[in-house]
């Protein structure tokens, strides 16, 4: 009995099933049926309706629609729809590949996670783990800036107006190519934002120099402080970070710490921390000259005091064109070399024009001692012994060239007001708004070693006479890989001599000469009292004529 009722449920069951299906089947034909072939064509074309109808909605009465109606309408709604499946494309066709994109940054991102947990072990779980690969990620950041960025090496410029000096700085002054409203050439730091970063940077110096080294080296006998600080310099790249190079004084005499720190927008970043020893670094000054034996002799004079006597590490080499005068040259360096015992100097004579691109390539290749440091130099440069530790600090063979900006004095006379008042040349080296200016077209004076000398090219021998043989030798260095150092240099001055524009130039150039003349004269504002100095002296008569007017 019980066979027979599970039997007679299932079919009953299974009957149930096939009238459901049945009925779907029929749902399904009726719903999905295609339609009639008036409704195939989508809305209702309009119809013409019979005459005299209000509303133009008569019956069709079989007459067939005219052309003007019924043809473009149709066009036009097949357009429409046209337009719509293409529109309807062009968003498929952008999500697609929008999804690729992801899929492929996906991918990557799955990669990175991959070799990040074959390089690191196993990953940890939960937030720890993501804090990691954001701490990883900003450090892999950081070091990205500084690849970037131009420290270890140069990069190719297209002009010496693509270059970002330097700016270099003590302890208390900031000099600096870029003065601000001040228009000071050295200041203080002002600005509390500059304050902190000068600090910030020689706190960082100071740990890391009086820190041991990983290695366990403690070869260090000296604690160092802020007074061992002497000078640095330093650069922003707007899109990467500042560079800080920083020099102190070192262990021993004749030794320097040099230390490179980098801020990539960000913490700073120790670069090198090295050694220099310059008691062996030799610098051979290259002085071209014509005449201007008096001029030679001031020359000497510095020349003996800091280069003989304070750094003793100098050769000198003078390239002489012509006759005349030759022999009061030679007498100053024969007085020179028996009053100190000095022997380290040679003396080139050349009959022919004045070159002063021609005398610094002779004088450069004459030497045969190895690789020396040189210094291109002019018989009106004043320089300090602190700017050749600058120059042999700022100057590596196959890596970095020095191109400091010097210091040009302004006419002695107008700023002391008369020749009976112009002190001694050595007080006159004050770097101030009013005693000079920062000479950053001048490309003439720079340190290099000779074998990037000899293999940039050197000069071109072509151009007679002075200038256009620096801007020459500065590009071909600009589209190197040479690291160029361009910073202003607070030990190396220009001193003042009147400046003759002839006659026999063009209009145009002899304007160009007088405006070059009036640069090198004075600053702006004493100038502007040269100029008007009848009315202040009218001034001040009145002055005084009132005055004596009140007396009783």
Not at 96 to 118: N, W, Y
Not at 266 to 279: A, C, F, H, I, N
Not at 461 to 490: Q, T
Not at 492 to 521: G, I, R, V
Request: net charge positive; aromatic share 8%; proline share 5%.
């Amino acid at each position: 009995m019980l066979r027979r009722g599970l039997v007679s449920c299932l079919s009953r069951v299974g009957a149930v099933l096939v009238l459901v299906c049945c009925v779907l089947s029929l749902l399904y034909v009726i719903t999905c049926s295609p339609h009639t072939d008036d409704s195939l064509t989508g809305p209702q074309l309009p119809r013409a309706g019979p005459a005299g109808s209000p509303g133009g909605h008569g019956v069709l009465s079989g007459a067939p629609q005219g052309p003007s109606g019924g043809r473009e309408s149709y066009q036009a709604l097949l357009q429409e729809r046209e337009e719509q499946h293409r529109q309807h494309i062009s968003s498929l066709k952008k999500q697609i590949a929008q999804l690729k994109e992801a899929l492929q940054e996906r991918g990557e991102r799955i990669k990175g996670e991959k070799e990040s947990q074959e390089k690191g072990g196993e990953r940890q779980a939960g937030t720890g783990a993501t804090e990691e690969r954001s701490h990883t990620d900003l450090q892999e950041f950081l070091r990205s800036q500084l690849s970037r960025a131009e420290v270890h090496s140069g990069v190719r410029l297209p002009s010496e107006y693509s270059v970002v000096p330097f700016e270099s700085f003590t302890l208390q002054r900031v000099y600096q190519l870029e003065m601000g409203l001040t228009r000071h050439p050295e200041e203080k730091p002002v600005r509390k934002d500059r304050r902190d970063e000068i600090n910030e940077v020689l706190e960082s110096a100071m740990q890391t120099l009086n820190t041991p080294n990983l290695n366990g080296d403690r070869t260090a006998s000296k604690v160092y402080s802020p007074a061992d600080f002497i000078e640095g310099i330093a650069r922003t790249e707007k899109d990467k970070g500042t560079l800080y190079d920083l020099s102190f004084r070192g262990e021993q005499p004749q030794q320097l710490r040099r230390l490179v720190l980098f801020r990539p927008f960000g913490p700073l970043m120790k670069v090198s921390d090295e050694r220099v020893q310059t008691q062996h670094a030799l610098i051979n000054i290259i002085l071209p000259l014509s005449h201007r034996a008096d001029k030679f002799r001031h020359f000497m004079h510095n020349f003996r005091e800091v280069c003989i006597k304070q750094d003793g590490r100098v050769h000198l080499t003078v390239v002489y064109f012509g006759r005349d005068q030759i022999n009061d040259v030679k007498g100053t360096l024969e007085n020179t070399s028996r009053g100190l015992n000095f022997r380290n100097f040679t003396l080139i004579q050349l009959n022919e024009e004045f070159s002063r691109g021609r005398g610094l390539d002779v004088g450069a290749r004459a030497w045969k001692g190895g690789n020396v440091l040189l210094f291109f130099c002019d018989v009106d440069i004043i320089f300090t012994s602190d700017f050749l530790n600058t120059c042999r600090l700022n100057t590596q063979p196959g890596k970095k060239v020095f191109y400091p900006v010097l210091f040009s004095q302004y006419n002695p006379a107008v700023i002391y007001g008369s020749s009976e008042h112009v002190p001694p040349v050595e007080q006159q080296l004050v770097i101030k708004k009013d005693t000079g200016f920062w000479r950053d077209f001048g490309f003439g004076m720079t340190c290099q070693y000779r074998s990037d000398f000899i293999n940039i090219g050197g000069f071109d021998v072509d151009i007679k006479g002075w200038g256009g043989e620096d801007v020459h030798l500065y590009r071909k260095y600009l589209h190197s890989n040479l690291l160029v150092i361009r910073a202003p240099s607070r030990g190396l001055f220009h001193l003042w001599h009147e400046k003759h524009c002839t006659d026999e130039l063009p209009p145009d150039q002899y304007k160009m000469c007088m405006q070059s003349k009036a640069m090198n004269e004075a600053s702006h504002g004493q100038l502007g009292m040269l100029l008007f100095r009848h009315e202040i002296e009218a001034h001040l008569r009145k002055q005084k004529q009132r005055i004596a007017a009140k007396k009783p």
